[in-house]
């Protein structure tokens, strides 16, 4: 099953960094892990992916666990902005270009 | 730059109608695909396009038919609308060709949103 598990839901406050934390124990070797969001009323947002170590760009960060059977998106500042829905995805390095979405976690930021 | 634009960006159809729902990328991309988001159940591949020319199932491809016009566009058509078919219609596109695709991240459109009454 290429589907990855991740809270339902999480809040934060504004400007506190906000850990979002996704298990795909059934990942294999070449698997990447794909982060997404949807913000209301619009198509899902490319936000970082990484393969074995952790990655850094200008959105956040990912922390893949050493065993990647584990990885933490990680916003450094929340702002009302980042307010959506993630999605934590394996991206199958054989399944071709069929990216599995599952429910995600609705991100929830408060002043 | 537009990025993926879909069009329309909402549509009532009754029973039975028929329709095309229209995508363009404007990124040169190789590889387009077609999404459908229901209430709870995340969004499921229809079909995708690898590269021009080739088209292939993705989830939940029946009841639907695609077309990869050119390498810009790639549309959806409902033969035969029926309620079941009521969603939210996300167009994505990458980068790179089939297999190799796995670490070029998608663009989406910002959809379209189809009642069937």
């Known amino acids: 099953d290429a589907k990855t598990t991740q809270p339902n839901s999480m809040e934060s406050n504004e400007e506190e960094p906000v850990h979002l934390p996704c298990n795909h124990s059934?990942?294999?070797?070449?698997?990447?892990i794909h982060w997404y969001r949807q913000l209301p009323s619009q198509g899902p947002e490319y936000v970082i992916h990484g393969l074995t170590s952790n990655v850094n760009n200008r959105m956040a960060s990912l922390a893949i666990a050493e065993d990647r059977k584990s990885s933490t998106l990680i916003l450094h500042r929340a702002t009302l902005r980042d307010a959506a829905v993630y999605y934590c995805i394996r991206r199958l390095t054989g399944g071709g270009n069929k990216l599995t979405f599952g429910t995600g976690t609705q991100l929830k930021v408060e002043l | 730059n537009a990025g993926v634009t879909q069009t329309p960006k909402f549509q009532v159809l009754k029973t039975g109608q028929s329709m095309t729902l229209q995508c363009a990328q404007d990124?040169?991309?190789?590889?387009m695909y077609w999404y459908r988001q229901d209430p709870g159940m995340g969004l499921r591949l229809i079909y995708y396009s690898a590269s021009e020319g080739t088209t292939d199932k993705g989830e939940v491809p029946n009841g639907y038919n695609v077309s990869r016009l050119n390498k810009r566009e790639f549309s959806l058509r409902l033969e035969s609308a029926a309620p079941s078919q009521t969603s939210v219609y996300f167009c994505?596109?990458?980068?790179?060709?089939?297999?190799?695709?796995?670490?070029?991240?998608?663009?989406f459109g910002n959809g379209t949103r189809l009642t069937v009454t």
């Open positions: 990124m040169n991309h190789n590889s």
């Open positions: 059934t990942i294999s070797g070449t698997d990447y």
């Open positions: 994505a596109s990458s980068e790179r060709r089939g297999e190799h695709s796995y670490n070029s991240p998608l663009h």
